[in-house]
């Protein structure tokens, strides 16, 4: 599973560089029909492998031309061997039979001709020529031009493998001919789990919820999640500390986190421009703190919406329940959706805004006044219901109210927590001014 230090240090991700499809995570449709093509000799002339950073696209399509060409003749099902000379040189990007390019840095119409003139040649050593381009979505028109007519008709000792994260941007014509494999991000618990052995095999002990730390930023991509152990081992040291990863990564812990969250909930604004301001006066990363808070959001939902008794098959740690259940219940599911949509939408102006700081704090305000709002949602339930009475007097009929609730697709699989009985609401009328204040309101509380 590992390559030899070159020499010097070889950063993690490398080293650790899956060299058989069972060491590939998070990708079990990918593995299960590429073995599917190569034991039953239907191997395609062109894939395509499209997805996310760090998923493991590149790696894949090695993965696929040492077993199209390994030597090996005792071999576990179509896993390449890993040993032989044709093996090592693919994991080495030596081979004379598998041409590598980045179309990142060899973009234009040239650079493809150059790599595609020797592609009448036999190959060298093995059964195939395997020309791997990279970062395909990067070629210029014509160069996909020309890559086109290769991929058209190749001669049969020729396969192609192209990887991007940008499938989109790929002429309808190369797709059409292609074979197509959608990576997968890779999931919270694999990447944890992945992190573990790895930490195991080094002879790392980061302290408790570091590597769950790692996993969440990295957003399903497992060069990242590796690429920021190293980092960390850097600066921190081989038992670095939840304390210290926060300090490496400009992170906020999770326990300020929740109090922030429950502060908002009870409508304490000035707790939250507090914590924006110590955000931006400490330096931390703010993209990456309101990724943390949008990823927190998420689990929050899941609780409440799962009504869970124990973390089981949430990707929760347990002895975190309790607290994520008593800040769930304070914004009920409405208001942790409408959460969940706020922190989102103040991620993505963050990154564009003049002045980020004031889409921070206009934010946690907003999330402040939540609380305000769902008073006056109670106040307007009542005038309903006194204009409802009115109604069934003057024997007029009205419209259904409508209710939309949309909820993060992830709980839809778990069951509905059964909702609290509406309190009901008495006291005196609403005057005439109240009544249309809180028209206005609720219309925007709605159009939210
Ligand atoms: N699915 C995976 N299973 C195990 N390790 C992985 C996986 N995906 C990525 N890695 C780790 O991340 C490193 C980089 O992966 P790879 O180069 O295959 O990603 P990629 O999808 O090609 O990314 P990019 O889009 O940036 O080119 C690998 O060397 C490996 O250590
Ligand atoms: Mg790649
Ligand atoms: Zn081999």
């Known amino acids: ?82 040993e032989c000379a044709s ?21 234009r119409v040239d650079d493809i001709r ?23 979505h990067m070629l210029s028109a014509s160069a996909f031009n020309a890559l086109l007519k290769t991929v058209e008709e190749p001669p049969a000792h020729v396969k192609f493998i192209l990887a991007t994260t940008n499938p989109e941007k790929i002429p309808e014509t190369i797709l059409s001919r292609c074979q197509r494999y959608d990576f997968r991000r890779v999931t919270l618990a694999e990447i944890s789990q992945r992190l573990q052995e790895i930490c195991t095999a080094e002879n790392l002990a980061p302290g408790e919820g570091v590597l769950r730390m790692l996993a969440e930023m990295a957003e399903g991509g497992m060069r990242d999640a590796l690429s ?50 110590q955000v931006f ?40 329940l309790p607290a994520l259940k008593r800040t769930a219940a304070l914004f009920g599911l409405a208001g942790l959706v409408y959460l969940a949509e706020l922190l989102t939408e103040c991620r993505q102006r963050v990154r564009r805004a003049a002045f980020p700081r004031v889409v921070v704090e206009t934010t946690f305000v907003k999330l402040a006044m939540l609380k305000s709002l769902e008073s006056l949602e109670s106040l307007a339930a009542r005038m309903d219901e006194a204009a409802d ?17 949309h909820i993060d697709s992830t709980i839809e699989n778990h ?21 249309r204040a809180v028209a206005e309101l609720k219309k925007k509380f709605r159009a939210r």
Request: with cysteine; proline share 4%; glycine share 8%.
């Open 1 to 82: 599973m590992t390559e030899a230090p070159a020499r010097g240090y070889t950063v993690l991700a490398r080293k650790y560089r899956p060299r058989k499809f069972a060491d590939l995570i998070g990708q079990p449709h990918v593995v299960q029909a590429l073995q599917n093509a190569i034991s039953t000799g239907r191997v395609a002339q062109a894939f395509l492998l499209t997805g996310s950073r760090g998923t493991g696209k590149t790696t894949t399509a090695r993965l696929l031309a040492s077993a199209l060409n390994c030597m090996a003749e005792q071999r576990t099902g179509v896993e390449p061997c890993g």
């Open 87 to 107: 093996c090592l040189d693919v994991a080495r990007g030596e081979d004379l039979d598998v041409i590598e390019m980045d179309a990142a840095s060899n973009s």
């Open 114 to 136: 150059q790599r595609l003139e020797s592609i009448d040649t036999r190959p060298a050593r093995g059964r195939y020529r395997i020309y791997i381009i990279d970062e395909v």
């Open 228 to 277: 920021r152990l190293d980092q960390l081992v850097a600066f921190a040291g081989e038992k670095a500390s939840a304390e210290e990863a926060e300090r490496v990564f400009g992170l906020v812990g999770r326990k300020k986190l929740l109090t922030l969250l429950e502060q908002l909930a009870a409508g304490d604004a000035k707790s939250g421009i507090l914590f924006a301001e």
């Open 281 to 320: 006066d400490s330096g931390k990363d703010v993209a990456e703190v309101l990724a943390a808070l949008v990823a927190l959001t998420r689990q929050l939902l899941i609780v409440q919406a799962s009504g869970a008794s124990d973390a089981q098959g949430l990707d929760i740690a347990a002895d975190e």
């Open 389 to 405: 009475q009115a109604l069934v007097h003057s024997n007029v009929k009205v419209p259904e109210q409508e209710t939309v609730t």
């Open 415 to 435: 069951k509905q927590a059964p909702a609290a009985p509406a309190a009901p609401v008495r006291g005196r009328a609403a005057t005439e001014s109240e009544e």
